[in-house]
């Protein structure tokens, strides 16, 4: 009895634990999910986020992260909720989930510095976030209700499949790139190894030799800048092109504003 008495004061002397609950958000994704495998919790076309805390700040201040290029996605990471992996989204839904976060982090206003286009001094701007739409996808364009497009390249009238990337495939391309670069320091082959990473098929060819084959060449600089072009224009993504007014009056149009860790941050120089 007297054991039991000890027992039950030791554990009302313990202090309880707080369970702290986060406040989160729903985020819709500009793909609306469509390009994502079946059983893929991207699927349903949204992503539950909860709102940035100091633990988010230590991640963006952290140099390690942001000398090897990692800081947005281990933030992205731990914002998100549910069992998304931030490598399968598409570069156009990552950008949205981004902007997502640092509203519900620090707010729609989104204050930077900008240098005046006559005088070249930078001025204080501010632009309001929840204003940047989504650009969605024309889900008519998809083949077969899959991550595929095709495209006849108006100039050498060929046909080509591509796919949208995702953040799994950027960084197969940058560790492909690295790798050419160690080869040769001077090559600079950007443009042609992400082609290769998007196109799928040519003239119903999709074997890996005929498509590098085509790339290297065949692919008139015409139809390349056509196809890229297009490639804009089928992306699920945000729209983060703004007009910035400065205090004399005077006008920009059509100012992308880039996504970066200053994008997080008060103040922050574009």
């Given at each position: 009895m007297e054991q039991t008495q000890q027992t039950q004061q030791a554990q009302q002397a313990q202090p309880v634990q707080p369970q702290y609950q986060f406040p989160t958000e729903e985020v819709t994704l500009p793909?609306?999910?469509?390009?994502?495998?079946e059983g893929s919790p991207l699927r349903s076309g949204k992503i539950t986020m909860k709102y940035m805390t100091a633990r988010e700040e230590d991640i963006l201040t952290?140099?390690?992260?942001?000398?090897?290029?990692?800081?947005?996605?281990?933030?992205?990471?731990?914002?998100?909720?549910?069992?998304?992996?931030?490598?399968?989204?598409?570069?156009?839904?990552?950008?949205?989930?981004?902007?997502?976060?640092?509203?519900?982090?620090?707010?729609?206003?989104?204050?930077?510095?900008?240098?005046?286009?006559?005088?070249?001094?930078?001025?204080?701007l501010t632009i309001d976030l929840t204003e940047?739409?989504?650009?969605?996808?024309?889900?008519?364009?998809?083949?077969?209700?899959?991550n595929e497009f095709e495209f006849e390249l108006p100039t050498s009238k060929m046909s080509i499949t591509f796919k949208l990337l995702t953040q799994a495939d950027e960084k197969l391309i940058e560790q492909?790139?690295?790798?050419?670069?160690?080869?040769?320091?001077?090559?600079?082959?950007?443009?042609?190894?992400?082609?290769?990473?998007?196109?799928?098929?040519?003239?119903?060819?999709?074997?890996?030799?005929?498509?590098?084959?085509?790339?290297?060449?065949?692919?008139?600089?015409?139809?390349?800048?056509?196809?890229?072009?297009?490639?804009?224009?089928?992306?699920?993504?945000i729209d983060l092109t703004f007009d910035l007014t400065f205090d004399d009056g005077t006008v920009i149009e059509d100012v992308t504003i880039p996504i970066g860790v200053g994008f997080f941050w008060p103040d922050a120089s574009i």
């Open positions: 793909s609306k999910g469509l390009i994502y495998p952290n140099q390690n992260y942001i000398k090897n290029g990692t800081v947005i996605d281990k933030l992205l990471q731990s914002l998100i909720v549910d069992m998304t992996k931030v490598e399968d989204l598409l570069i156009g839904d990552k950008n949205a989930v981004l902007v997502a976060a640092r509203i519900l982090g620090y707010g729609q206003d989104y204050t930077f510095k900008y240098p005046h286009p006559d005088t070249g001094v930078e001025e204080e940047a739409e989504d650009k969605l996808i024309d889900e008519s364009l998809m083949i077969n209700g899959k492909e790139l690295k790798g050419l670069k160690k080869i040769n320091k001077n090559a600079s082959p950007e443009l042609t190894t992400r082609l290769k990473h998007v196109i799928k098929s040519v003239n119903g060819d999709p074997t890996q030799k005929t498509i590098r084959e085509f790339i290297d060449n065949s692919f008139l600089a015409r139809d390349s800048r056509a196809f890229r072009a297009h490639l804009d224009t089928v992306m699920p993504d």
